[in-house]
């Protein structure tokens, strides 16, 4: 099922998995407008692609803290109001909001800039290994269940569990009998109301 040689791809399981979601759930929505937060303009995939090449009809553009001096990049912070940005139809958040201080306050920003009738496409990781960096945490945790409470007001389109490779676990027979206990994260595709 899963790969002998894992210590030597340059992709994590979850990362391949939340590609390919993104491959199959947002692609054939053909957004024009797209954002990718938490990203530098050229951002890889690790997987041999650039996430823009996976929209190249879409006006790409990504937003993260860090000075960059592409025309496709904006700096900016989750957890200030971004309306200046204008609305986006799609919205990629893929493993940010671990890091996001107060994820609360980011939600409500990142809602506000998906276009009406647009998606918000979000993986978060929470049975992964901590990945903190020196400007950086890894905060927060939250299954499907939490990243709606904090998307309350979008709807949901589709959920989907990351596989896992823990395969043998002492107790799984008492308490992890649903392989999704075990999953690396998840992935949730909204839509906001038109």
């Not at 496709?72 to 990629?92: A, C, K, N, W």
């Not at 400007?135 to 269940?145: I, K, M, V």
Request: charged residues 25%; proline residues 9%.
């Amino acid at each position: 099922m899963w790969p002998l040689n894992v210590g030597r791809q340059k992709a994590s399981i979850h990362r391949i998995e939340q590609n390919r979601w993104l491959r199959e759930l947002c692609v054939p929505l053909g957004p024009r407008t797209v954002i990718n937060l938490g990203a530098e303009p050229d951002a890889k995939d690790k997987e041999g692609k650039r996430y823009r090449d996976y929209f190249p009809e879409a006006d790409f553009k990504t937003l993260d803290q860090r000075p960059h001096d592409d025309p496709r990049y904006v700096q900016g912070d989750l957890m200030e109001p971004m309306t200046h940005l204008g609305s986006f139809d799609l919205v990629i958040c893929m493993s940010v909001l671990e890091h996001v201080d107060r994820p609360w306050i980011a939600a409500p920003n990142i809602t506000d800039i998906v276009a009406p009738g647009g998606h918000l496409f979000i993986s978060m990781p929470w049975f992964y290994p901590v990945h903190e960096g020196a400007d950086f945490g890894d905060h927060w945790r939250a299954r499907p269940s939490g990243v709606k409470i904090l998307f309350e007001g979008l709807e949901v389109v589709r959920e989907e569990n990351l596989s896992s490779p823990l395969l043998v676990v002492r107790d799984r027979g008492n308490y992890w009998r649903d392989p999704d206990a075990t999953a690396t994260g998840s992935v949730l595709l909204f839509r906001k109301p038109a």
